[in-house]
Nanobody, 120 residues
Framework: QVQLVESGGGLVQPGGSLRLSCAAS????????MGWYRQAPGKQRELVAV???????NYADSVKGRFTISRDKAKKAVYLQMNSLKPEYTAVYYC??????????????WGQGTQVTVSS
């Protein structure tokens, strides 16, 4: 069993930055792909960024050039650096872990989510 705990969300002005963190415990973290999803009110949950166990990354078109996903295997953590934030990025952001994460297949394990609000 894998437990994921997100942190780092909050209120930020448009154009600002936030760094989300996800701490993992239990399970074979180093074998898993890790992803960040977000869900805005009234919308479906969508994949924002993913990093494989070998460090390859992929991003949703809407965040390319603004977001960076990274992982620290020693700390069993994954991060999402978010820059140049827009109001439309307001959502609950979820950490996800699994053997495979793609745009159409999420990993097995979820965190509880952290709220990101971009507003002036």
């Amino acid at each position: 069993q894998v437990q994921l705990v997100e942190s780092g969300g909050g209120l930020v002005q448009p154009g600002g930055s936030l760094r989300l963190s996800c701490a993992a415990s239990g399970g074979a973290f180093n074998l898993f792909a890790m992803g960040w999803y977000r869900q805005a009110p009234g919308k479906q949950r969508e994949l924002v960024a993913v990093i494989t166990n070998s460090g390859d990354t992929n991003y949703a078109d809407s965040v390319k050039g603004r977001f960076t996903i990274s992982r620290d295997k020693a700390k069993k953590a994954v991060y999402l650096q978010m820059n140049s934030l827009k109001p439309e990025y307001t959502a609950v952001y979820y950490c996800n872990a699994g053997l495979t994460i793609t745009a159409t297949m999420n990993g097995r394990y979820w965190g509880q989510g952290t709220q990101v609000t971009v507003s002036s």
